[in-house]
């Protein structure tokens, strides 16, 4: 499975932006967000399962929505009311049956 994330930028304090991972055949896995920001550790940021069941990272939730289109093979993360604190690269991933896939990272930069 190749995921191929889009979306990122440079966005103000308060602003939004929405994330796109698009692969073939992802609605059986479950897939989810995660980020990695200078000298920090990669975190999970939400996740869905192939069922809709989503999970949100504490800082994100009620900002961050993560969705998916099974028809169009896409998982999305709009994120709203973004802070200097959400800057950093962002990673789409896939896992099903043990196995884990990632997309290359959508740089995401949020000023102050």
């Known amino acids: 499975v190749q995921l191929q994330a889009s979306g990122g930028g440079l966005v103000q304090a308060g602003g939004s932006l929405r994330l796109s991972c698009a692969a073939s055949?992802?609605?059986?896995?479950?897939m989810g967000w995660h980020r990695q920001a200078p000298g920090k550790q990669r975190e999970l940021v939400a996740d869905?399962?192939?069922?809709?069941?989503?999970n949100y990272e504490a800082t994100v939730k009620g900002r961050f929505t993560i969705s998916r289109d099974n028809v169009k093979s896409t998982v999305y993360l709009q994120m709203n009311s973004l802070k200097p604190e959400d800057t950093a690269v962002y990673y789409c991933?896939?896992?099903?049956?043990?196995?884990?896939?990632w997309g290359q990272g959508t740089q995401v930069t949020v000023s102050s």
């Open positions: 869905v399962t192939p069922g809709g069941g989503t």
């Open positions: 055949g992802i609605s059986v896995y479950a």
């Open positions: 991933h896939g896992y099903r049956n043990g196995a884990n896939y």
